[in-house]
C-alpha cells in the first residue's frame, strides 16, 4: 500500500541508489560474460520507498550500479531520496553533493544513516529506522514545502509499518534485465546476537513477516518483466530467523512454482543450524532453492562462542555443510580473519576447512566493526577502534595489522588457486546437484534464457576456455560435468570462477579493500590488459 497521508501538491521525486565497491560477492568481473547485466541485485529498500510515495507524486528511479544520475534528472527533481550501507558511505555523500548542487532537498534513509546519523551532517533530511512514522512525516514536510531546511532535520521511526502492510517494491521503476539476480524479502529481523552484526540493534530479533499471498505478487511482478533474472535471493536477514512462517510459506512457494512451470531459481541466507530442519530443507528443494549464504565465520569453535555465535556449533561444521549440499544446497561461506581468538596456528586451520569443507565460494573479510553492535561497543570501551584510511580495518587487532592482512592474502590466495576452486566445483557435481530437482524444460525455454545462455556460453569459452591462464583447470571442470549430464554446471563454474579468480588476485596486489564493509578507497592498478576486459573493468567502475 501507499502512504495514507493526505497530500495537497505535486512533487518531483527522485531515489538515487549509490555504487556498491566490488566485492568477492557482487561477482562484478563476471557481468561482461552475461552480454547487458550491469549490477548485482536491484536495492528492495529504496524501491520499497519509491512504492510508497503518494500516488500523485512523480517518482522516477536510478541504480548508479547500472548508471550515473544524469544532471538534467537532478534538475527534473525537486527531492533526492538516498539510501545504502555503511561502504557506501562516500558515494552517498557524493550524491548528496550532486542533489543540492543542482537546487534539490537531500534526504538519506536506509541501515548507514540508522546506525551512523553523524556520519551525514549534509544531508537536510535524515531518516533513522524502517518504513513508518517518520516516512509519513517526511512525506507532509515534503508535501508543505521543497526548500532546504536552514538545518539538518532528524526523523526517526517510532511505529513501523508491519510487514504485511508494505507495498511491493516498485520494480517497474528498474531494468530487472540488468541485474545479476533479483531480490525479495520475506521476513525482516534475526533472533541472534553474533556480536559483529547490527541487524539485531537496526531491525530486531522477533522477526516479522509478510504474507505468502505479498510474496507471489511479488514473483508474479518479477517474472512479468521480460529478461528478468533466473535466480531471486531472499534477502531475508536469516530465511529461517522464523522456523514455523517459513515452513508455513514454503509449501505456497512450492505451488507457485508449478504453476508456473519453475521459472526461478531461488537463493538465500540462514544459520547453519538449519541443518536441523529436514522439511524445511525439503521444501527448499522442491521450491528449487540452489544457494545458501552461512556465516561461518571460523572454524574454531572457542572463537564462534567467542563472538555469540554457538548456533553454528548445534551439528559439525562438515556434517552441517554435509546435510545441506544433500538437499541440493550449494553453500557459500562467510569467513572473518582478525578476531581476538586468532592465533598463529588460525590460518593453518581456515586453510585446511577450505580444503575439506569443499564450500567453492567464501567471501572472506577482515573483521570490521559496524556501529550499533556489541563488537563496536567493546572495542570502543577498550580503545581498540581506529581510523586510519592507510589500515586495511578500523579494528585494532590483537595481532600485528600486517601479519592478520598477510594471513588474510595468503588465505585468499589458497582458496581461489583456479586448480582449488574448479576442484572444489567438481565435488559440488557429485555431492549437491545431483540431488536437486528436475523442473520442467517448458519453464526454462524461454527466448530470454535462450539468448542469455548462448551469450554466457560464448563468452566463456571465449574468455575462460581460450583466453584465461586458467583455461585447463575449467576444462577438466567442464569435461567432468558434461561427462555427468550437468550442463548448467558449466555454466555456473565459468561464470563464478571467472569472478573470483580475477578479483582475488586483485585483492592480494591491494587493488581491492579486505573488508567488504570497509568505507576507504583503493586506489585501482591500470588494468594490465586492453580489448574487451579493459572496456568491461571501465563501465563497471564508471557506473
Known sequence: MRSSVPVSSSRRILCVFPAYTPSFGTFSHAYPLMGGVKAFMPPQGLLLIAAYMPERWEVRF?????????????????????????VQAPQIRDIQVRAQAAGCVAVLGGPSVSGSPEQYPGFDYIHIGEIGDATDELIRRLDAGVDRPPAQVRLETKERLGLADFPAPAYAQVPLKRYLIGSLQFSSGCPYRCEFCDIPALYGRQPRLKTPEQLLAELDAIVAQPGHPAVVYFVDDNFIGNRKATREMLPHLVEWQKRRNYPLQFACEATLNMAKQPEILELMRQANFMTVFVGIETPELDALKSIDKQHNAAVPLLEGIATLNSYGLEVTSGIIVGLDTDTAESEERLLA????????????????????????????????????????SNVRFLRPHDEVVASWRRA?????????????????????????????????LTRTNLRRGLTLGFNIAVQVGLLSDYRRAFWRAAAYALRR???????????????????????????????????????????????????GRTEREAA
Open 62 to 86: 536510478i541504480d548508479e550500479n547500472i548508471r550515473p544520475a544524469t544532471a538534467e534528472e537532478f534538475a527534473w527533481a525537486e527531492a533526492v531520496c538516498v539510501s545504502g550501507m555503511h
Open 353 to 392: 576447512f577450505i580444503d575439506r569443507s569443499r564450500v567453492p565460494v567464501l567471501t572472506m573479510n577482515l573483521l570490521q566493526a559496524l556501529p550499533r553492535t556489541p563488537l563496536w561497543d567493546r572495542l570502543a570501551r577498550e580503545g581498540r577502534l581506529v581510523d586510519d584510511p592507510a589500515l586495511e
Open 412 to 444: 585468499v590466495a589458497h582458496a581461489y588457486a583456479p586448480e582449488r576452486i574448479f576442484d572444489r566445483f567438481r565435488h559440488q557435481i557429485d555431492v549437491t546437484y545431483r540431488h536437486r530437482i528436475t523442473t520442467p524444460l517448458s519453464g526454462k
Open 485 to 535: 549430464g550437468q550442463i548448467e554446471a558449466v555454466f555456473n563454474m565459468g561464470f563464478v570462477a571467472h569472478h573470483l579468480i580475477r578479483f582475488s588476485r586483485e585483492a592480494i596486489r591491494g587493488e581491492q579493500n579486505a573488508s567488504f564493509y570497509a568505507t576507504k578507497r583503493v586506489e585501482r592498478a591500470a588494468s594490465r590488459s586492453g580489448g574487451w576486459w579493459r572496456r
